[in-house]
Each structure stands twice: as C-alpha cells, then as structure tokens.
C-alpha cells in the first residue's frame, strides 16, 4: 500500500473512531466531516470528486428531513404524549406487556416507515410512555434502537440502506418476500427474546395506572394522519421502484405548515427542534467512502468475492454476511452499504449472497452505538430527553441481542435459498 492509500485510510479510521468514540464530547458530525476535508485539504480526494460523492446522498438527506419534521411537529402537537398514555393504558399494569406493546409498534413502525423513522419518532414516544407508566426508561428505550435494525429488512422501504446495497437489482416485491420474510421473523423473533431476557430484571416493576388522557388535539391528530399517509406514500414509491426521499420530504413538509398554519404558530420553534447536525455526517461519510473507493481496494476486493462465490457460494455467503455485519460497526452501515453495493455488483454474485450481505448490513450495527445511522438518531433522540447511553454499555448488550439473531437470519436465508 502505498502512502497515499495508506493515508487515505488512517483519516477514514481516525474519523470513524471519532464517530464511535466522540473524544471530548463532541458530536459525531465533527469527526465525518473533519475526515472528509482531510482527504481535500490533503490532495488525497479531489474537491469536485468529493461534492459529487457528497451529492450521492441526496435522497438520504430529503428522507431524514422529512422524518424529522414529522417527528419535531407531532412533538410539538403532543401526539406522542397521547400515543404513549395509549400504550400505558393496554399495559393494564404490566411491564412486561408494555415492553411487548412497544416492542410490536417497534416492528410496525420499522417495516413501514423505515429504521430512521423508528428511531426518530418512535423514541421520544417510548420516553413519554415510561415517564406516564413511572418505570425506567432506557429496557424500553433499547427497543427502539435494535427493533430498527433487526426489522430492517422485512420490506425494501424498512431501510434505505436496502435499495443502496441492490441498487438497480432490486428484486420484485414478492421475490423479496420470498427470500427474506423468514431471515426477518427469525432475526425479530430473536432480538425480542434476548432483549426480553436481558432487561428482565427491569420489568418486575410496576407500571403505574392513566387514569385520565387529554385528548389529542387538531395538529396532533393531522400529525398522526401524515405519518399514516407517509407510510402509503413510501410503500406506493417503493412498488414503483422510486427514491423514498422526495416523497417523505414532500409529506413531513406539508404535514409541517397545514399544522403551522391552522395553529397559526411561528415554524421557527420547529426547525429548531430538528436534529440538523445528521445531514453532515452522512455527507462526510459518503466522501469518506468515496476516498477509499479511489485508493483501488474495493475493486481488489470485487475479484476475491467473485472467486468465493464462484468456488463456494453457500460458505460465501455465510462469510460475507458475518464480514459485514462486524465491518458496519467498524465503519457505519450506510458507507459499509455502499462498499458492499460496489463490491457485490461488481462480483456479478448469487442473489443469495447478496442477501446474507443485506443482512450484514441491516442486522450486523446492533453491536455497536455508531454501527447504523438510525441508531446514531437514536442516540441524538435520547440526548434531547436526558438519557445517555456510552458506547461500553450499549455493546454490552449488543454482544447478547445481536449474534444470534444474525446466525439465526443467515440459517433462515440459506434454508430457503437452498
């Protein structure tokens, strides 16, 4: 390697510590962008080549905006706080039955919204709903972040990170469902049992009875509407193989001033409560990726699949999903998506394999805090409400949920690959 490459990939590892560590506390968007300028103040990425790269995730950012607002006005209008007394409600007492509750709104929410939305509308109302039932948030709230990843792949639209790692080779819905509809209900079946046991301990307490639930207002009610409509809107672009994120963008913005609008309210509040430090940090690393694409090794990488999967698919696909399972939380799911992608049709693979790296991808960062971006939203969602989680804790029980759901997944795949 020489010391261009060598370079190169120092200031990505540098910068994907930064990410997963945050020295000093800073925020993880710093550490992707100071490693995407890097590369262009040292010549190791030419300015135009990393614009375009950055332009790359476009649609990534208009989906992320979209969520967020929906997320920040039904906030606002209290339809968390109403879902969350719901929630409290059905659990009739229970802890462990609120824990379920969550954890199958979780899932829904998951496969028709996607991770991302999970992560950002699903956590603030799980916070709400352990504050009305007076438990401990954080067994409830560790739904939010391994349910986005272990679900994200029951449909196309469950993770972005779907459509970049087939790209043009998305197969038909029903072949989808084919090949991955028992990899999903083995990988959520999975994660709620080890979480479920894990958190056991924290559900022995008892959930405190809602007595009274302020009914939901106009705006949360038209919140409550967008989101339902989001979902048709993203299931309908996902059948017709567009991009998700116009589509979302259009609704969480309209959803944002009819609200604004009828409550004749300033949307400054609004724009403020939106987590905007996220589109950053997904363009520097986009540019990152794009950095290590030029230093040849994926290419190289390209040729060796192709060989393992021509000599041994099955074992192939077995190795590559593990590989990148532990590759996306070294390196974050969205550009390990996006090598896996190069990589993957380039090699001209199985679809097979193709799917054990889909898994990899979607399933694999429940190891780690940084290993999705929906789980760095979490992460962001958690702050804003008080709650810390460090990278130490979360592993730790990322070593127990996250394992045999993905063996369980790839076993499930090859069975009905076979």
């Avoid at 300015?47 to 969520?67: C, N, P």
């Avoid at 990589?343 to 991808?361: D, F």
Wanted: glycine share 8%; hydrophobic share 60%; aromatic share 6%.
């Amino acid at each position: 390697m020489d010391s261009v490459n060598a370079a190169t990939w120092g200031i990505a590892g540098l910068a994907t510590f930064g990410v997963i560590a945050r020295p000093w506390n800073l925020p993880e968007f710093i550490w992707a962008v100071a490693g995407a300028l890097l590369l262009v103040l040292l010549n190791l990425l030419p300015w135009t080549e990393a614009l375009t790269a950055a332009a790359k995730g476009t649609d990534v950012y208009l989906f992320l905006i979209g969520m967020m607002l929906l997320a920040e006005v039904a906030r606002k209008e209290g339809l968390f706080d109403w879902l969350a007394a719901q929630a409290v409600r059905f659990s009739r007492g229970s802890a462990k039955r609120l824990f379920l509750i969550v954890y199958i709104v979780g899932t829904i929410v998951t496969v028709l919204l996607s991770n991302d939305a999970t992560a950002v509308v699903l956590t603030p109302a799980v916070y709400a709903a352990t504050r009305a039932a007076k438990v401990e948030p954080l067994p409830y709230l560790f739904i939010c972040a391994f349910i986005a990843n272990a679900a994200s792949f029951v449909l196309p639209i469950s993770n972005p990170a779907n459509l970049v790692v087939f790209g043009k080779q998305m197969p038909p819905l029903l072949e989808w469902l084919h090949t991955f509809t028992l990899p999903s209900i083995a990988a959520i079946a999975a994660t709620y049992l080890a979480l479920r046991l894990a958190q056991a301990g924290d559900l022995e307490a008892p959930v405190a009875e809602v007595e009274n639930i302020t009914p939901l207002t106009v705006g949360g009610t038209l919140a409550l509407i967008g989101i339902v409509l989001t979902a048709v809107v993203l299931l309908a672009s996902s059948a017709f193989g567009r991009d998700l994120g116009l589509p979302t963008f259009v609704a969480g913005a309209a959803v944002t001033v009819l609200v604004l609008a009828i409550g004749r309210r300033s949307p400054l509040p609004v724009l403020r409560g939106v987590s905007w430090s996220v589109l950053p940090l997904v363009a520097g690393l986009f540019i990152l990726v794009e950095g290590l694409n030029r230093t040849g090794a994926l290419p190289a990488l390209a040729r060796v699949l192709k060989e393992a999967a021509t000599a041994s698919p099955q074992a192939t696909s077995w190795i590559a999903g593990i590989a990148i399972a532990l590759a996306s939380n070294l390196l974050n799911n969205l550009p390990m998506g996006l090598i896996a992608a190069t990589t993957s049709q380039a090699a001209q693979v199985p679809a097979h394999v193709t799917g054990a790296i889909l898994i990899g991808v979607d399933l694999g960062p429940n190891l780690s805090v940084t290993g999705s971006l929906a789980t760095i939203l979490w992460l962001i969602a958690l702050r804003r409400e008080g709650q810390h989680v460090d990278a130490l804790r979360f592993l730790r029980l990322g070593l127990l949920v996250m394992p045999p759901a993905l063996l369980l997944s790839l076993l499930a795949l090859s069975a009905v690959s076979s």
